[in-house]
Structure formats: structure tokens, C-alpha cells
């Protein structure tokens, strides 16, 4: 079994256990955002502004690795035009619950983001990819099909892990892992992932990240940093996740 299909399988059980980021909007919600109210999140919890999008009517918008019914949904309600692509069985299976209840249609495809993108070059308007690479082994390749299915002018929104979160214990009180984290050149890391079913899940630099970004012919806009929103590293307001907004020029 290759790590994209243990990580599926662990999204899998975790939106069965109720993982927050594996439960879809309410109708109550999409409403709200049919009258202009809304947030979408490519990070735990700051919402992304509204100008990182512009105007969303007609828009022909991906949402990467963005299952779950809830980004998805509220952009759909906004007039744009959504495709989804996730691996997960469970997360595609709520873009479709959310998409029959409100009676709109959508394009949900289960498919594997380190793989060539099933999408022919200057598809897209617009790219949603939530904090996700964290289960990618090497996001530079996902940079490069970002950057060949967007159309010009394009923007690729992206939430990305710092790495910092790899390097300290459960409690968050002491470091206890070197960076990279890496659980396929680990046995022992691996064994102690697969125990804790927290899937196979893999720190990535600035460099890798950003740089990845420019490297794929981006051009960095704007970004902004966020927290985890609980445990010690939050309460101590240290940043753990960034935000970006890159440019097809």
C-alpha cells in the first residue's frame, strides 16, 4: 500500500469520528452566503479575505484536496462554477450530500493530487487548496499542475504547514523531533504514525513551499499567518500556518 492510500484510509476514519474539517455546511449557512454572509478557511482560523478571490460569479474554480462541504459549497452559493478533487472517499461523499440538498450541480472527482491532474492546461480561474500538502511527500510537482490548469492570470490559494508542529511532543510542551519530518526514511517514525492513526504526514520548509511556489512561475501576491487554534503553541500565539496567494502572470 502506498502512503496516499494510507492517508485516504485515515481521512476516511476520521470524518467518521466527526474530524471538524470533515463535516459539511449547513443550509442555514449556504443561505447566509447566498445573501453575501460567508467564510471560507485555507487555514484553521483566520478566514481568507474576500478580495484574495474577487468577483465570484461565473468563476471556474478547483477546489485541491478541498472535500468535505464546506468551502466548496459556500463558493458555489457565491455563482461560482466548482469542481472538487479529494482522495477521500468520505470527504467527496459530503461535497455530494451538501451539493443534493441545495440542488446545485458540482464536478467531484476522487483522485490522488500527487499524480498529473485530470484537467487539460488553462482549465481554472481559480485554485482552493487548503492545508493539505502535510500528507505530500513532494509539493513541487503539485505547484507545476496548479500552474499548467490555471489560466492566465490565475490565482492559486494555498494553506500551508510551517513544519513547526512536527517538532514538538503531544502536549506541545517539548521538542521531541528533528525536522525534516519524514516518516517514510523512519521506520520507527512510520510504526509510530501508523499506532497513532495520525496517517503519514511529512514537514515542509518555506523553501519548499513558497519557493516551490515561484520555482513553478508564480508570482507571490499577498499571504498572512495563523495559529493552530488550540493547544500550547496557540496559546502562546505562535504562527504555524501560512496563507498564500500566488499569481499566473
Known amino acids: 500500500m502506498q502512503y496516499q492510500d494510507i492517508n485516504a ?3 476516511d476514519g476520521w470524518c467518521q469520528e466527526g474530524w471538524e474539517w470533515g463535516i ?3 443550509h442555514e449557512t449556504y443561505l447566509e452566503a447566498q445573501q453575501g454572509n460567508w467564510e ?3 487555514t ?14 461565473g468563476k471556474k474554480i478547483l477546489g485541491l484536496a478541498s472535500g468535505g462541504g464546506q468551502q466548496i459549497p459556500i463558493l458555489k452559493a457565491l455563482g ?3 469542481t472538487v478533487l479529494d482522495y477521500s472517499g468520505r470527504q467527496c461523499q459530503s461535497e455530494r450530500l451538501v451539493a443534493e440538498r441545495e440542488g446545485y450541480a458540482v464536478e467531484i472527482i ?6 498529473r491532474l485530470p484537467f487539460a492546461e488553462e482549465t481554472f480561474d481559480l485554485i482552493f487548496h487548503p492545508v493539505s500538502n502535510c500528507y505530500v511527500e513532494e509539493v513541487l510537482p503539485i505547484f507545476k499542475e496548479c500552474y499548467r490548469i490555471l489560466k492566465k492570470g490565475g490565482v492559486l490559494l494555498c494553506g500551508l504547514d510551517t513544519g513547526i508542529n512536527y517538532i514538538f511532543n503531544e502536549e506541545q510542551t517539548q521538542i521531541a523531533y528533528a525536522l525534516p519530518f519524514h516518516p517514510l526514511r523512519d521506520e520507527k517514525l512510520f510504526q509510530e504514525c501508523m499506532a497513532k492513526k495520525e496517517g503519514i504526514q511529512f514537514s515542509h520548509t518555506l523553501e519548499e513551499q ?3 511556489q515561484l520555482k513553478a512561475g508564480f508570482c507571490l501576491a499577498e499571504l498572512y499567518e495563523d495559529t493552530n487554534g488550540y493547544g500550547n503553541l496557540h496559546e502562546h500565539n505562535i504562527p504555524t500556518f501560512i496563507a498564500t496567494r500566488a ?3
Not at 484553521?44 to 460569479?57: C, K, N
Open 44 to 57: 484553521p482560523t483566520r478566514p481568507v479575505p474576500h478580495t484574495w478571490f474577487g468577483e465570484l460569479a
Open 40 to 42: 471560507v478557511y485555507l
Open 110 to 115: 476522487q483522485a490522488d493530487m500527487t499524480k
Open 210 to 212: 513558497i519557493g516551490g
Open 9 to 11: 484510509e485515515t481521512i
Open 24 to 26: 459539511p455546511i449547513s
Open 247 to 249: 499569481v499566473k502572470e
Open 80 to 82: 461560482a462554477d466548482c
